[in-house]
């Protein structure tokens, strides 16, 4: 039992947030409201940047090639995937599935998780960096190409909170990096800061547990069981294709597995931070399977980094 608490405790922590955050999510309501969310992504980046060195790790060709087969996934074949694959869902949940697959990749998760597998976390950081500075762009061309209606995406807003969120700290974890003494502490405590923007990780997916389930509770639109059913299988099903066809786009190319393992991450999460926003504007109903989509990246993948490093590490 403690050797499987120790080689899965990122999952039973997990599951445990997730679950507890929908179960408790009135009792816990004002977590959230005073819990600063744009300072926990800011930590997880600057963790994340002090044990990395960008210029090394982005230097062989196959992490530029990574960071590009990931855009593809995440950015063009997701949006046409997820309308295709909502067909059968009722239209509301069937919107707010094809709005889930235009947003953005994930801003943290994306990041972590790859590192988590021992894959190449710079190639994800970037991805996830342009991935998100583009989505001006991108989002309202989908959603007005697949839904017949262009976004706002707030973009001075969302501009704000990208460049405070993830450019500043990446940029500042890079630039203390330059000091040697910093460079070489953060080497020798790479797992640390490793750990430190999991536990960061962690602590965003409560949040957003907890407001995924006061958001349910308010909502007036009540799906039957077989809806949620039907929506939740979807959703599994969608994640896995996306998963699959990053995976072989990385085996097409020819890619190292510390590569490719950032094209499937990066290519397939979705960014539930951004996506609330934008599914509002289509209706309250259109955030669920947005909620639904984040959950169940996040467990999946799990199995799948954890996987990858087993593997890797027997290699």
């Known amino acids: 039992m403690r050797r499987f608490l120790a080689e899965r405790w990122f999952l039973v922590v997990l599951m445990a947030s997730l679950i507890g955050g929908l179960a408790f999510s009135p009792q816990l309501a004002a977590i959230p409201r005073y819990s600063p969310k744009l300072g926990v992504i800011a930590v997880v980046m600057l963790a994340t940047s002090l044990a990395t060195n960008f210029a090394l790790a982005l230097r062989a060709r196959d992490s530029w090639s990574a960071v590009a087969l990931a855009l593809l996934v995440n950015a063009g074949a997701a949006p046409p995937l997820g309308w295709l ?91 203390l990096r330059l000091a040697r003494p910093v460079g070489r502490w953060a080497d020798d405590k790479k797992a640390a800061l490793s750990l430190v923007a999991q536990w960061g990780v962690l602590l965003m997916a409560l949040l957003g547990a907890i407001e995924a389930g006061n958001a349910i509770l308010a909502s007036e639109f009540r799906p039957s069981a077989a809806d949620w059913l039907l929506m939740a299988a979807v959703i599994i099903v969608l994640h896995l294709a996306l998963l699959a066809i990053a995976a072989a786009a990385a085996r097409l190319a020819g890619i190292g597995p510390a590569d490719a393992l950032a094209v499937i991450v990066a290519g397939s999460q979705k960014s539930m931070a951004v996506g609330v926003g934008v599914a509002l504007q289509f209706g309250p109903m259109t955030i669920f399977p947005l909620i639904t989509y984040h959950f169940v990246q996040l467990l999946i993948d799990t199995l799948v980094v954890d996987r990858h490093r087993r593997r890797h590490a027997d290699a």
């Open 85 to 175: 694959m909502g067909r059968p869902l009722p239209p509301l949940m069937a919107e707010g599935l094809a709005v889930a697959m235009c947003v953005p990749c994930t801003i943290a998760a994306a990041i972590v998780w790859t590192r988590r597998g021992g894959g190449n976390d710079a190639a994800a950081a970037l991805t996830s960096m342009i991935s998100n500075f583009s989505c001006f762009l991108v989002l309202p061309l989908w959603t007005g190409l697949l839904l017949g209606a262009t976004v706002d995406t707030k973009p001075g807003e969302l501009m704000v909170k990208l460049l405070l969120g993830i450019a500043a700290p990446m940029l500042l974890g890079q630039v």
